[in-house]
């Protein structure tokens, strides 16, 4: 069973930047794919950013330029960092690891969520 530790929400002004680190432990197994989903109220889960054990990226449109995610993989921790952060970031946060267990499917894993606010 994998366990995820997430860190770094909070509040912001607008412009301003944060870092979320998000640490899995507990894996027999290679960590794959990891990265940050984010739900703000009333609104569905949505991807922001994610990275393969390879280093290849994805982002969402709306972060594309603002946002840079990246991986240690010695220590099995994906990172977030959001700059230039505007309003309508403001979402719950959530990391998502997917462990690479061929036998049970690749199965992924939520972190806890982390509250990022951008208010003035």
């Known amino acids: 069973q994998v366990q995820l530790v997430e860190s770094g929400g909070g509040l912001v002004q607008p412009g301003g930047s944060l870092r979320l680190s998000c640490a899995a432990s507990?894996?027999?197994?290679?960590?794959?794919?990891m990265g940050w989903y984010r739900q703000a109220p009333g609104k569905q889960r949505e991807l922001v950013a994610s990275?393969?054990?390879?280093?290849?990226?994805n982002y969402a449109e709306s972060v594309k330029g603002r946002f840079t995610i990246s991986r240690e993989n010695a220590k099995n921790t994906v990172y977030l960092q959001m700059n230039s952060l505007k309003p309508e970031d403001t979402a719950v946060y959530y990391c998502?690891?997917?462990?690479?267990?061929?036998?049970?499917?690749?199965?992924?894993?939520w972190g806890q969520g982390t509250q990022v606010t951008v208010s003035s």
């Open positions: 998502n690891v997917v462990e690479l267990d061929a036998w049970r499917g690749w199965p992924n894993y």
């Open positions: 507990g894996s027999r197994f290679t960590i794959g794919d």
């Open positions: 990275v393969t054990n390879g280093g290849a990226t």
